[in-house]
């Protein structure tokens, strides 16, 4: 998926160095303990209020952009893996 371009620069102005889409930050987001594989998000936030996560979420429903929710990073089942594309 393509994010369009005013999505993430609205989501760079508001949470700055915690948005990423370099490809190196995209990798660390791309692989898990299943067998499964998938390509890398198109971009990686790491939201720290409640109101940056209703922001993050609003924009990417207006937008038919995935959301993919990530802990550690193990998901052995590939259900952090972003198979669509979107934003982890």
Known sequence: MTIPEFVLDELADRLGARFSTASGVRAQHAGSESFHRAPPPDAVAWPETTAEVSFILSLCN???????????????????????GGIT
């Open 62 to 84: 207006a937008h038919d952009i995935p959301v993919i929710g990530w802990g550690v990073g193990t998901s052995l089942e590939g259900q952090a893996l972003a198979v669509r």
